[in-house]
């Protein structure tokens, strides 16, 4: 059988192949174009090599940043507190906390797209300016942001919500629509009152369809975060890397974009399977 | 699949073949929005560098980029000459190991690049406020400075920096009255001083001639054995100071190509009279070329080298300032001698002033 047939069955062996052949492409690749420029010009820091990258991640890890104060006994710390006083820890600390913040504030969107889907008046109310806003892109109206929330964490974490708040809103509201009509009416017959098929009926599921739409929604939280903390900040993942641009520090900068898409990658793996632990009914996903 | 391989190959050598048709070697220059590298893209567009190069033999290529990015692309050596300031020259392209070479020094910000503040504050009562800024540029180097100058620098580790873009800092600082203290440049400054109740309370034209503008080639292209990269450069500076001729005259004659250029660059006469009020250029060659052979250009290369180096601009790897090294015209070195990295070159301001372009 041709391998390239619908019907072909690669064997496992394949199957690994295959699946990291691309990965291995372009980490030949890289590190090839790397030696040639390190070769002709041993200071590169264009595309360090493996070594200045493992050398920028360690001290990213171990050492504060250059601005911070350094603790007196530095030297005598355990590895733990050593990682704990270091940069990549506090930038880490810092993003995570304003990434959380903001999606534990995507959820009242939820419930508003829920209730917008349920009772017409609220549906009226907010319907069209959601809409219309969702199609707004807030980054450029930063000044009157500015203007509106400052420069500091509000700024910061009001940007995300305004970027992502109407999408989830809106697929809310959908997937609050979608639930068959019967079963609402059933649980009216069945002398349920608004909310408690509202909430115990339709809620419930909708739920994993949108704990999966916040979580493919997960990339652009993280961009307008990344944007929020290049325009005007004084920690954070990305703004760290802003400032090693300042001086070409790839040797940090990579390791750092690579731990992002790691987190990322593990913050959405969690809640898939977080979803389907809490609602083991659902196939989709 | 057959088909697809032969077309591929057909594609690589069209490519191949297209970019060997040329004869006349083609450079890029690039620049930033910047009251002293406005000229470049009037001149590209006027045609007066065109007839430069053709006179050296030359096509030269000019793209408008933002200023990062054009430090980047300079350092990734996918353009051959750019315009930066002094201290970005040492501490991108020179400490990144691209030997760069220092063609012309334009001009010098006198008043381009200022603190600004709220409520009437002091230099010795901004410890302890918040200070936006593009953290380790020119603006950190002028407020640190403005510091020292006042004898204050031992506060300086009170100083809280904000890092903000300078593509939104204007808006920042104007829409967040919390905001007390904001160091940029103009035409930033001039839009941010129009704000209420703020006021410049340090400027660059309290340390003349530290923050350079310059025009700089990467070195290996100066040095190409066909010597169509010292054509290049002799081109650059031809055109250039035939331009800042014409911009010095007085009158209609002078205002018309200041208005040319403030055009291309989505400006304004007025607005633009207004930031060259603030910059000091060397409108002749000979000016330039008695900045450059200073006594002075060195004491400040050896400030912006010092400054560069506590910052860790010049890399964490860089152990002493001294790793990356400075010749000037006179073959003096600050540094080591065989980690020579940036060049001051002052022989293409000299043709120019000896009317030898």
């Given at each position: 059988m041709s391998p390239l047939q619908i019907h072909a069955q690669p064997s496992r062996a394949t199957v690994w192949t295959l699946s990291w052949l691309l990965f291995a492409a372009g980490l030949t690749s890289y590190f090839w174009v790397s030696r040639g420029r390190h070769i002709e010009n041993p200071d590169d820091r264009v595309m360090p090599t493996i070594r200045q990258m493992g050398q920028g991640f360690a001290d990213a890890l171990l050492k504060p940043a250059d601005d911070d104060e350094v603790a007196p006994d530095a030297d005598k710390q355990s590895l733990f507190a050593k990682i704990r006083g270091g940069m990549l820890w506090k930038d880490t600390m810092a993003t995570g906390r304003r990434f959380l913040i903001s999606m534990a504030l995507l959820f009242p969107a939820v419930i508003l797209g829920l209730h917008m889907g349920m009772f017409p008046y609220v549906g009226l109310f907010f319907l069209r300016f959601v809409l219309f806003f969702d199609k707004i892109v807030a980054l450029s109206l930063l000044p009157i942001l500015f203007i509106a929330f400052g420069i500091d964490e509000m700024a910061k974490i009001m940007l995300i919500l305004i970027g992502v708040g109407p999408t989830i809103i809106l697929d809310s509201f959908n997937l609050t629509r979608g639930v068959p009509k019967e079963q609402i009416v059933k649980g009216f017959t069945l002398g349920a009152g608004d909310f408690a098929v509202t909430y115990r009926i339709v809620l419930k599921q909708i739920w994993p369809r949108v704990l999966n739409s916040i979580r493919l929604n997960l990339k652009a939280v993280m961009i307008f975060l990344f944007s929020g903390e290049m325009i005007a900040s004084q920690d954070g993942l990305a703004y760290r890397i802003a400032l090693l641009r300042r001086h070409m520090g790839m040797d940090t900068i990579i390791p750092y974009v690579l731990w992002v898409a790691l987190l990322l990658f593990l913050i959405d793996y969690g809640m898939r399977v977080f979803n389907r632990k809490l609602h083991p009914w659902f196939q989709e996903a | 699949m057959r088909k697809l391989i032969i077309t591929l190959s057909g594609l690589?050598?069209?490519?191949?073949?297209?970019?060997?048709?040329?004869?006349?070697?083609?450079?890029?220059?690039?620049?930033?929005?910047?009251?002293?590298?406005?000229?470049?893209?009037?001149?590209?567009?006027?045609?007066?560098?065109?007839?430069?190069?053709?006179?050296?033999?030359?096509?030269?290529?000019?793209?408008?980029?933002?200023?990062?990015?054009?430090?980047?692309?300079?350092?990734?050596?996918?353009?051959?000459?750019?315009?930066?300031?002094?201290?970005?020259?040492?501490?991108?392209?020179?400490?990144?190991?691209?030997?760069?070479?220092?063609?012309?020094?334009?001009?010098?910000?006198?008043?381009?690049?200022?603190?600004?503040?709220?409520?009437?504050?002091?230099?010795?009562?901004?410890?302890?406020?918040?200070?936006?800024?593009?953290?380790?540029?020119?603006?950190?180097?002028?407020?640190?400075?403005?510091?020292?100058?006042?004898?204050?620098?031992?506060?300086?580790?009170?100083?809280?920096?904000?890092?903000?873009?300078?593509?939104?800092?204007?808006?920042?600082?104007?829409?967040?009255?919390?905001?007390?203290?904001?160091?940029?440049?103009?035409?930033?400054?001039s839009q941010i001083l129009r704000g209420k109740g703020i006021t410049k309370i340090f400027d660059s034209s309290k340390i003349p001639g530290e923050i350079l503008d310059l025009m700089v080639v990467r070195t290996d292209v100066l040095n190409r054995p066909d010597g169509s990269g010292q054509r290049f450069a002799k081109a650059i500076a031809g055109a250039w100071y035939e331009l800042t001729a014409q911009m010095s005259k007085p009158g209609p004659e002078g205002d018309k190509v200041l208005s040319s250029i403030a055009e291309v660059s989505e400006d304004t006469l007025e607005s633009y009279k207004e930031q060259l009020a603030t910059t000091h250029l060397f409108y002749t060659a000979p000016s330039a070329l008695a900045m450059t052979k200073s006594d002075q250009l060195k004491k400040t290369m050896e400030l912006v080298r010092q400054f560069c180096f506590s910052h860790r601009l010049l890399g964490d790897k860089t152990s002493s300032p001294d790793d990356v090294a400075i010749r000037f015209p006179d073959g003096s070195i600050q540094g080591k001698k065989d980690r020579v990295r940036l060049r001051f070159d002052a022989s293409y301001m000299a043709l120019a002033a000896g009317g030898k372009l």
């Open positions: - | 690589v050598f069209l490519a191949g073949s297209l970019s060997a048709a040329g004869n006349t070697p083609t450079f890029t220059l690039g620049w930033s929005v910047y009251v002293g590298w406005d000229p470049y893209q009037y001149m590209a567009k006027s045609g007066l560098l065109k007839k430069w190069a053709d006179k050296y033999g030359v096509a030269i290529k000019v793209q408008r980029f933002d200023y990062a990015p054009s430090l980047d692309a300079f350092v990734a050596k996918n353009i051959d000459a750019c315009a930066m300031t002094n201290m970005e020259a040492l501490d991108m392209p020179a400490a990144a190991g691209v030997d760069t070479t220092s063609i012309i020094v334009g001009d010098y910000s006198n008043g381009n690049d200022a603190v600004l503040v709220r409520h009437n504050l002091t230099l010795a009562q901004v410890p302890g406020h918040r200070v936006l800024l593009v953290e380790k540029t020119v603006s950190q180097y002028l407020f640190e400075r403005g510091m020292t100058i006042n004898n204050l620098s031992s506060e300086l580790k009170r100083v809280k920096y904000v890092n903000t873009s300078d593509s939104d800092i204007a808006g920042a600082f104007l829409g967040d009255p919390s905001q007390d203290v904001v160091v940029t440049w103009k035409p930033l400054v």
